[in-house]
């Protein structure tokens, strides 16, 4: 079993920076996939990146975010990072983190989440 607890997020102008944090217990981040989705009000959760420890760390992003956003994780502290940068009006959301023993781009496969926290960014 893993718990996850987002922490970060916030509010600001359009081309502004946020980052949101994810602290896991329960199981060491090392066997697991590790992703952050986002959803907008009325829309569906999709996938924004995952950092993948079993396979060197390995990243991904979604097409929206790609060189914008950077993942990152302590696997010493159970912890993984969203830092975003460049932010948009589209990016307004509320971010989870996930994980899942194996990568996949859909919240469907995704075995445990977080709570949630809000980005919202203005223009």
């Known amino acids: 079993q893993v718990q996850l607890v987002e922490s970060g997020g916030g509010q600001v102008q359009a081309g502004g920076s946020l980052s949101v944090s994810c602290e896991a217990s329960?199981?060491?981040?090392?066997?697991?996939?590790m992703a952050w989705f986002r959803q907008a009000p009325g829309k569906e959760r999709v996938f924004v990146a995952s950092?993948?420890?079993?396979?060197?760390?390995?990243?991904a992003y979604g097409a929206s975010v790609k060189g914008r956003f950077t993942i990152s994780g302590d696997n010493a502290k159970n912890t993984f990072y969203l830092q975003m940068n460049s932010l948009r009006p589209e990016d307004t959301a509320v971010y989870y983190c996930?994980?899942?023993?194996?990568?996949?781009?859909?919240?469907?496969?995704?075995?445990?989440w977080g709570q949630g926290t809000q980005v919202t960014v203005s223009s």
């Open positions: 329960g199981r060491t981040l090392g066997n697991y996939v």
């Open positions: 950092i993948n420890w079993w396979n060197r760390g390995t990243t």
């Open positions: 996930a994980a899942r023993y194996r990568w996949s781009s859909s919240p469907m496969k995704y075995d445990y």
